[in-house]
C-alpha cells in the first residue's frame, strides 16, 4: 500500500525494540541453562547410553512438531481472509516470537517461587512456552483483521501473564491432570479472546462485509494450516507426558480421535447444508476439535473406543456451533469472533474438560495397573478418583473464571487511543501495514483514506 501513511511509523519499532530489550535484560538477570543443557548431568566425548538419558532427545521431536503447529499451522490456518494473508502470518510470527520469550520468563517465575533460585531453560521449558504462545494465537484468531500489532502485543503481555497464573493453579496447586491442554490452553485462550472481542465490539462490522470473507485461493492457503495442525496434533497433547507408555497412548488416543473427528466433520458439514454441499470453513476448522477435546484424558485409559467417540463429538459440535451459534453470538451477544475460536477450542476444550473429569473419576488399579500414580500421582486411599475428579471440574470453572474476567479487563485496556487501531475501513485489510505489490485501486482509495485521516489528527 505505497504511500500509505500509517501510525505504526513510531508505535510498532517502539513497542517492539522496548519489549525486546525488556526481555533481554531480564533474560541476562533471571535466567540459566539448566542442568542438561548446562553440562551438570555430565559430558561424555563420545555418545553413550549416558547421553540419551538427556531431556533433548526424548523432548526435541515432539518440540519440533509443536513449533511446527505454532508458527505454520496456527498462521496458515487465519490466511483464510482474502486481503489480511500477510497479516494473518505475519503478525502471527511476531506475536509468538515475542510470547514464547515472555512465557519462559513468566512460567519460570512462578515455578520457582517455592524453590527460589533463577529460572532454567531446556527444551521442556521451551515447549511450555510454546504451549502457552498457542493459547494467545487462539485469541488472536477471534481479534483478527480488527487490532494493531500493537494491540495485539500488548494482549500478549497480559495474556501470558494470566495464562501462566491459571496453568500454575490448576498444575501445581489443585494438581488437575491437562497434558495436551483442553483447559489450559484451548478453552482458556477461546474465551479469554472472545471477551476481548467483545469489547472491542464494532458495530459497523458484520459478516456481510466483502472483506470479512474468503476466496478460493485463500481457503486453500487455510487448508495447509489445517493439514499441518492436524497431522503434528498427538505430538502436541503428547509432548510433555511421561515417556513410555503413556506418552505412546496419548498419541495412539489422540490420533483415532482425529480421525473419528474428520468424518464427523465432513458428515454433519453436507448435512447441515440444504444442497448437500461441504463447506471449507467447517472442513478447516472442525475437523482439527478433536485434538482438542483430547486434550485433558488423551494420556488416560479412555480407550481408542472412548477417543473415537470423544472426536465424533466434537466434530459434530463444532460444526453446529459454525453453523448456528457463531451468529446467534454475534447478532445477540455482540461478539464477532473472526475465526470462530469459540467452535474450535472453546467448545471442544469444555468437552475435553467433562470428559477429562469423567475419566479420572473411573480410574482404578485394576484399568491402570502399576501405572495409575504414574497419571494420577495424588489418588491414593486418601485421595480417592472422586477427589481427582472434583479437582477437574474445579479446574475448568476456575479456568474460565480468570479468562472472561481477565478477557474483559484487557479488552478495556486495548480500546484506549494509544495503540492505532484500525479504523472501520481498515480492518480486515492488509494494505494499512504492509506494503502489498500489485495493489487494487479499492487499496489505493484506502490509501488515501488513512492518509486523510492522519492529517485530520495532526491539525
Same mark, same amino acid.
Given at each position: 500500500?505505497?504511500?500509505?501513511?500509517?501510525?505504526?511509523?513510531?508505535?510498532?519499532?517502539?513497542?517492539?525494540?522496548?519489549?525486546?530489550?525488556?526481555?533481554?535484560?531480564?533474560?541476562?538477570?533471571?535466567?540459566?541453562?539448566?542442568?542438561?543443557?548446562?553440562?551438570?548431568?555430565?559430558?561424555?566425548?563420545?555418545?553413550?547410553?549416558?547421553?540419551?538419558?538427556?531431556?533433548?532427545?526424548?523432548?526435541?521431536?515432539?518440540?519440533?512438531?509443536?513449533?511446527?503447529?505454532?508458527?505454520?499451522?496456527?498462521?496458515?490456518?487465519?490466511?483464510?481472509?482474502?486481503?489480511?494473508?500477510?497479516?494473518?502470518?505475519?503478525?502471527?510470527?511476531?506475536?509468538?516470537?515475542?510470547?514464547?520469550?515472555?512465557?519462559?520468563?513468566?512460567?519460570? &517465575?512462578?515455578?520457582?517461587?517455592?524453590?527460589?533460585?533463577?529460572?532454567?531453560?531446556?527444551?521442556?521449558?521451551?515447549?511450555?512456552?510454546?504451549?502457552?504462545?498457542?493459547?494467545?494465537?487462539?485469541?488472536?484468531?477471534?481479534?483478527?483483521?480488527?487490532?494493531?500489532?500493537?494491540?495485539?502485543?500488548?494482549?500478549?503481555?497480559?495474556?501470558?501473564?494470566?495464562?501462566?497464573?491459571?496453568?500454575?493453579?490448576?498444575?501445581?496447586?489443585?494438581?488437575?491432570?491437562?497434558?495436551?491442554?483442553?483447559?489450559?490452553?484451548?478453552?482458556?485462550?477461546?474465551?479469554?479472546?472472545?471477551?476481548?472481542?467483545?469489547?472491542?465490539?464494532?458495530?459497523?462490522?458484520?459478516?456481510?462485509?466483502?472483506?470479512?470473507?474468503?476466496?478460493?485461493?485463500?481457503?486453500? &492457503?487455510?487448508?495447509?494450516?489445517?493439514?499441518?495442525?492436524?497431522?503434528?496434533?498427538?505430538?502436541?497433547?503428547?509432548?510433555?507426558?511421561?515417556?513410555?507408555?503413556?506418552?505412546?497412548?496419548?498419541?495412539?488416543?489422540?490420533?483415532?480421535?482425529?480421525?473419528?473427528?474428520?468424518?464427523?466433520?465432513?458428515?454433519?458439514?453436507?448435512?447441515?447444508?440444504?444442497?448437500?454441499?461441504?463447506?471449507?470453513?467447517?472442513?478447516?476448522?472442525?475437523?482439527?476439535?478433536?485434538?482438542?477435546?483430547?486434550?485433558?484424558?488423551?494420556?488416560?485409559?479412555?480407550?481408542?473406543?472412548?477417543?473415537?467417540?470423544?472426536?465424533?463429538?466434537?466434530?459434530?459440535?463444532?460444526?453446529?456451533?459454525?453453523?448456528?451459534?457463531?451468529?446467534?453470538?454475534?447478532?445477540?451477544?455482540?461478539?464477532?469472533?473472526?475465526?470462530?475460536?469459540?467452535?474450535?477450542?472453546?467448545?471442544?476444550?469444555?468437552?475435553?474438560?467433562?470428559?477429562?473429569?469423567?475419566?479420572?473419576?473411573?480410574?482404578?488399579?485394576?484399568?491402570?495397573?502399576?501405572?495409575?500414580?504414574?497419571?494420577?500421582?495424588?489418588?491414593?486411599?486418601? &485421595?480417592?478418583?472422586?477427589?481427582?475428579?472434583?479437582?477437574?471440574?474445579?479446574?475448568?470453572?476456575?479456568?474460565?473464571?480468570?479468562?472472561?474476567?481477565?478477557?474483559?479487563?484487557?479488552?478495556?485496556?486495548?480500546?484506549?487511543?494509544?495503540?492505532?487501531?484500525?479504523?472501520?475501513?481498515?480492518?480486515?485489510?492488509?494494505?494499512?501495514?504492509?506494503?502489498?505489490?500489485?495493489?487494487?485501486?479499492?487499496?489505493?482509495?484506502?490509501?488515501?483514506?488513512?492518509?486523510?485521516?492522519?492529517?485530520?489528527?495532526?491539525?
Amino acid at each position: 500500500m505505497a504511500g500509505a501513511s500509517t501510525s505504526m511509523r513510531l508505535r510498532l519499532p517502539i513497542a517492539c525494540i522496548a519489549l525486546e530489550v525488556i526481555l533481554i535484560i531480564l533474560f541476562g538477570v533471571a535466567v540459566e541453562y539448566d542442568h542438561d543443557v548446562s553440562g551438570e548431568a555430565g559430558h561424555k566425548t563420545n555418545t553413550t547410553h549416558h547421553d540419551y538419558e538427556n531431556e533433548f532427545y526424548y523432548r526435541y521431536p515432539s518440540f519440533q512438531d509443536v513449533h511446527v503447529m505454532i508458527f505454520i499451522g496456527f498462521g496458515f490456518l487465519m490466511t483464510f481472509l482474502q486481503r489480511y494473508g500477510f497479516s494473518s502470518v505475519g503478525f502471527n510470527f511476531l506475536i509468538a516470537a515475542f510470547s514464547l520469550q515472555l512465557a519462559t520468563l513468566v512460567q519460570g &517465575f512462578l515455578h520457582t517461587i517455592m524453590t527460589g533460585g533463577k529460572i532454567h531453560v531446556g527444551v521442556e521449558s521451551m515447549i511450555n512456552a510454546d504451549f502457552c504462545t498457542g493459547s494467545v494465537l487462539i485469541s488472536f484468531g477471534a481479534v483478527l483483521g480488527k487490532t494493531s500489532p500493537v494491540q495485539m502485543l500488548t494482549m500478549a503481555v497480559f495474556e501470558v501473564i494470566l495464562f501462566s497464573v491459571n496453568e500454575f493453579i490448576l498444575l501445581s496447586l489443585l494438581n488437575a491432570k491437562d497434558a495436551g491442554g483442553s483447559m489450559t490452553i484451548h478453552t482458556f485462550g477461546a474465551y479469554f479472546g472472545l471477551m476481548v472481542t467483545r469489547v472491542l465490539y464494532r458495530p459497523n462490522l458484520d459478516k456481510s462485509n466483502k472483506k470479512n470473507s474468503s476466496v478460493y485461493h485463500s481457503d486453500i &492457503f487455510a487448508m495447509i494450516g489445517t493439514l499441518y495442525l492436524w497431522m503434528f496434533w498427538p505430538s502436541f497433547n503428547s509432548a510433555i507426558t511421561l515417556h513410555g507408555d503413556i506418552q505412546h497412548r496419548t498419541a495412539l488416543n489422540t490420533y483415532y480421535s482425529l480421525a473419528a473427528c474428520t468424518l464427523s466433520t465432513y458428515a454433519f458439514s453436507a448435512l447441515l447444508n440444504h444442497e448437500g454441499k461441504l463447506d471449507m470453513v467447517h472442513i478447516q476448522n472442525a475437523a482439527l476439535a478433536g485434538g482438542v477435546a483430547l486434550g485433558t484424558a488423551a494420556e488416560m485409559m479412555i480407550t481408542p473406543f472412548g477417543s473415537m467417540i470423544v472426536g465424533f463429538l466434537a466434530g459434530a459440535i463444532s460444526v453446529l456451533g459454525y453453523r448456528f451459534i457463531t451468529p446467534f453470538l454475534e447478532s445477540k451477544l455482540k461478539i464477532q469472533d473472526t475465526c470462530g475460536v469459540h467452535n474450535l477450542h472453546g467448545m471442544p476444550g469444555i468437552l475435553g474438560a467433562i470428559v477429562g473429569a469423567i475419566t479420572s473419576l473411573a480410574a482404578t488399579k485394576e484399568h491402570y495397573g502399576n501405572g495409575l500414580t504414574a497419571v494420577f500421582p495424588k489418588i491414593t486411599s486418601d &485421595f480417592p478418583a472422586s477427589a481427582q475428579a472434583g479437582m477437574q471440574a474445579i479446574s475448568l470453572v476456575v479456568t474460565l473464571g480468570i479468562a472472561l474476567i481477565g478477557g474483559i479487563i484487557v479488552g478495556f485496556i486495548l480500546k484506549l487511543p494509544i495503540y492505532g487501531a484500525p479504523s472501520d475501513s481498515q480492518c480486515f485489510e492488509d494494505g494499512v501495514y504492509w506494503e502489498v505489490p500489485g495493489e487494487p485501486e479499492d487499496c489505493q482509495e484506502l490509501a488515501a483514506v488513512k492518509s486523510g485521516e492522519e492529517s485530520e489528527k495532526l491539525n
